[in-house]
């Protein structure tokens, strides 16, 4: 299995990581270690250069990320050998509705696409209610595409996927959403990655309503997420496509080596 997008160095996990990196090593082909602002990533950038099965992604979070851009932007040119793609960089109008903030938002989002561009990396994007200003701003970008946590309109998906270098990251949250789940239906499992967005998006809710909390690694803190719960996201995936969850977790996996180049 791989976790396309977990924060091991987000509060919350950072605490724990190494607990945390030792049952990834049992558990999982590969997790990519995302970042959304400075501090992040570069914690990112080190325990991945401990630990064969961790890969390393930097990027900036339109709302959260702070105000040091130019020196994230700097960091991935200096270290653009050891990162897998740049990311998760985006917009996000959820949580703001300000127009001139929107438009400062896109000045940064276009000099992170500009980046991914000339160094040839993945894009991962955070999209949280912005996903057709997204869409707008990616459609001619030639490097591949991961739609992370994507919630948006199920046509909106459709159109996504006509641009053969995009995907659709499918999060734990299919477990809990009906307009997820039917996105999870039409995306092709050559499109699709599976995320945890770890310590967000926990399955506990969820499995607690249906009596399987028991199914939960034991010792980690139910609230949290954590990569290898990326598992029960594909097991409903596979429900959903009436396929064996085996051939759920082969497709997504080969799609994000081929999306991240890894050599495994």
Request: aromatic share 8%; glycine share 6%.
């Amino acid at each position: 299995m791989i976790d396309i997008h977990a924060h091991l160095c987000f509060p919350g996990l950072l605490e724990d990581k190494e607990r945390i990196v030792r049952e990834c090593e049992k558990e999982m082909t590969v997790v990519i270690v995302t970042s959304a602002r400075l501090e992040e990533g570069i914690c990112a950038l080190d325990i991945c250069s401990k630990h064969d099965k961790l890969f390393p992604t930097i990027g900036f979070h339109p709302v959260e990320g702070g105000t040091e851009v130019r020196r994230i932007m700097e960091l991935i040119r200096e270290r653009k050998d050891d990162i897998v793609g740049v990311g998760e960089v985006g917009l996000d109008y959820h949580w703001v509705k300000d127009d001139k903030k929107r438009e400062q938002q896109k000045k940064v989002f276009s000099d992170f696409i500009k980046l991914a561009e000339e160094l040839k990396k993945p894009l991962v994007i955070h999209s949280w209610d912005a996903e057709e200003d997204c869409f707008g701003m990616l459609k001619d970008v030639t490097v591949p595409v991961i739609m992370h946590c994507y919630s948006g309109p199920k046509e909106l998906a459709e159109r996504i996927l006509e641009k053969e270098n995009f995907y659709i990251s499918i999060s734990t949250h299919v477990l809990l959403s009906k307009q997820l789940r039917k996105i999870a239906k039409i995306v092709p499992l050559e499109r699709m990655t599976i995320e945890t967005d770890a310590p967000f998006l926990s399955p506990y809710k969820y499995m607690q309503a249906k009596g399987t909390e028991g199914r939960l690694k034991p010792g980690f803190d139910p609230e949290k997420n954590y990569p290898w719960n990326v598992r029960f996201a594909a097991e409903k995936i596979a429900e959903l496509k009436g396929v064996d969850v085996k051939e759920v977790i082969t497709k997504t996996t080969d799609t994000a080596k081929k999306i991240f180049g890894l050599m495994l």
